[in-house]
């Protein structure tokens, strides 16, 4: 994980919203890339805030020993708001029953809790339907009075980012203001917020006060383009280290179900890295994943299995012990996970975020210092 990259990632995203402060989204551990580490390097390079859904990920960031505003947005009843807001994270609501829940968690911290009332404008996700939303400002108008709370933001998140002039863009932030606007008709004064990576790349007029950007921020295009024709650099490189090299004769079959049979004597390696870590099990068809290894791209021959690939090498020299890259940046030839994404008809979110567990190594690269953290064997990003 190369957090110079994530950086300067957020250098560009700040170039590119220089009215607006940013809000670096590092929900489900950094989107795979570790939470605590892509928090730090974010906030050294401009970003001001952090989102994440969970009161859980707001506290694992607090327990990392940072201290900028969060804004956790996803809860359940249940959830225990009265720590959150003694941890100073800021909750967004999304109904009536959820500020209710909120205001009660206040009361029992003793705080004032900072709200930002999100409005469904569009995505029929989270939010505050807008039929319900006049009740809930009245709420939360009422809770400012008492002292029980802040209101900070008005936001909403969109549906269409990804395709820049979608005409519902436009239409949700129509909808935010007016919500935005019926808040400040009550003497409220919250910033507003709305763009995700794709909206503070493609639509300044959607920057309002602060954007929150998440895959760009690990430097994957959120259009989808390919790395090199984009400012962006990806941070995070799939590496596995070659387990065992074997000299197999034509004809062999090659892991489970033998889908694949050696078409002549050939050299394989073994990766021990499989479905189990985040190689999507589909790869293995029709010969559509490849690593570079020994200086070449090469075929992953074979079904992936939970734990394991294996990689025709032909007749290279491979040595046990050395590292085969999955996927990376690309600069030096090596599908990226975007390529992934292509095979496996996905996105790169679903492709960075899939590759887990304790077996993968996590390690961090900043210019020429590298840093362990974690345990595991034989891969590692
Ligand atoms: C509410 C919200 N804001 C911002 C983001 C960041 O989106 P992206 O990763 O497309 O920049 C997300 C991620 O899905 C989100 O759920």
């Keep these: 994980m190369d957090l110079a990259a994530v950086r300067h990632n957020v250098r560009v995203l700040r170039e590119a919203s220089p009215g607006a ?4 989204v590092v929900k489900a551990d950094g989107y795979g890339h ?12 401009g970003a001001s805030w952090l989102g994440v859904c969970t009161l859980d990920e707001a506290s694992d960031l607090r327990a990392a020993g940072i201290d900028a505003p969060i804004l ?24 009536r029953k959820h500020l209710a829940a909120i205001l009660e968690g206040a009361a029992r911290a003793g705080r004032t809790v900072r709200l930002h009332l999100k409005i469904d404008t569009g995505l029929s996700r989270n939010g505050v339907d807008p039929a319900g939303w006049t009740a809930v400002l009245d709420d939360a108008t009422k809770a400012v009075a008492d002292g029980a709370a802040e209101v900070v933001a008005v936001w909403s998140h969109l549906a269409h980012a990804d395709a820049p002039r ?23 004064t919250p910033i507003r917020h709305l763009a995700n990576s794709a909206a503070t790349l493609t639509r300044p007029d959607l920057h309002f006060d602060l954007v929150r950007p998440g895959i760009a921020v690990y430097g994957l295009d959120p259009l989808g383009r390919p790395a090199a024709e984009g400012p962006l650099r990806p941070a995070m490189t799939l590496r596995a280290r070659v387990a065992l090299v074997k000299r197999v004769p034509a004809g062999e079959g090659v892991s489970y179900g033998h889908e ?21 099990r589909r790869l293995g068809h029709e010969g559509r994943m490849r690593v570079l290894l020994a200086g070449a791209v090469r075929p992953v021959v074979g079904r992936v299995c939970m734990d394991q690939v294996v990689v025709d090498c032909g007749d290279a020299v491979v040595r046990e012990g050395e590292h085969a890259v999955l996927f990376g940046p690309g600069h030096e030839g090596e599908p990226t996970a ?29 210019g020429a210092r ?10 590692s990003w």
């Design 72 to 95: 956790s947005w996803l809860h359940l009843p249940g959830d225990d708001f009265a720590a959150a807001i003694a941890a100073d994270v800021d909750l967004s609501v999304s109904s």
């Design 166 to 188: 979608h005409p519902t863009s436009d239409r949700q932030a129509a909808r935010l203001t007016v919500a935005w606007q019926g808040a400040r008709d009550r003497g409220l």
């Design 338 to 366: 975007q390529d992934w994404a292509d095979e496996l008809g996905s996105i790169h979110y679903e492709v960075v975020t899939g590759v887990h567990g304790r077996r993968v190594t996590r390690t961090f690269s900043d």
């Design 370 to 379: 590298t840093s362990p953290d974690g345990a595991g064997a034989g891969a």
């Design 260 to 280: 694949w049979t050696t078409p002549r004597e050939t050299t394989l390696a073994l990766l021990p890295i499989g479905y189990a870590d985040g190689v999507a």
């Design 34 to 45: 570790g939470a605590a580490p892509v928090a730090r390097a974010a906030l050294q390079a």
């Design 21 to 24: 402060e940013l809000m670096a």
